[in-house]
């Protein structure tokens, strides 16, 4: 499965949205260089109030940018960044793929898939109905979560609009991502 770096986010400070970049900077264990959400524990604010020595699966948010048609057809303007994201993709379908995929993205850069992002009420702060699009139920009852995955990084370096990602899927038994 191969896509593309359509955006990079990031931002120092708390902020539900992350303003676009010319590029940014995966480090090893902690995720984007500068970024409020990089560190090896927890940095969410709702994950620190629980435990803020929990492991931090979620150093880096993607989102694919398909998701903005799909939101935009119901009437809602979305754009990179818009929902907190630091890498937006093309052409791959983030949210199909199983928990320990390896993202390659770019020329060093590896992320390893955790799980799925728990869409929040920030986003209809942001846009006001926004949630019911990005989380519902399917036809069973089931919850379904399209606000992005998050991951973690396995192998620093510099990220790009344009970059390729690769997606290189576990061996064995996959595992359905969940919310994280």
Do not use: W
Not at 156 to 165: E, F, K, S
């Amino acid at each position: 499965m191969v896509g593309s770096v359509t955006a990079v986010s990031s931002n120092g400070e708390y902020s539900f949205t992350k303003p676009n970049r010319e590029s940014v900077t995966l480090l090893a264990g902690l995720g984007v260089e500068g970024d409020v959400h990089a560190g090896v524990t927890v940095k969410h604010r709702s994950r620190i109030a629980q435990d803020p020595t929990q492991p931090n699966l979620r150093q880096v948010h993607l989102v694919q940018e398909e998701l903005f048609a799909e939101v935009g057809a119901a009437g809602f303007e979305v754009a990179p960044g818009d929902l907190g994201e630091n890498i937006t993709t093309r052409g791959i379908d983030l949210l199909g793929l199983p928990a320990g995929t390896l993202l390659r993205i770019g020329d060093e850069a590896v992320l390893e898939v955790t799980g799925l992002r728990n869409p929040c009420r920030q986003i209809d702060n942001f846009s006001d109905g926004l949630l019911k699009q990005v989380a519902g139920r399917d036809e069973a009852g089931n919850i379904v979560r399209k606000a992005g995955i998050m991951s973690i990084v396995k192998e620093g370096g510099v990220v790009r609009p344009g970059d390729v990602v690769q997606a290189d899927l576990p061996s064995g038994p996959h595992r359905p991502l969940k919310r994280v």
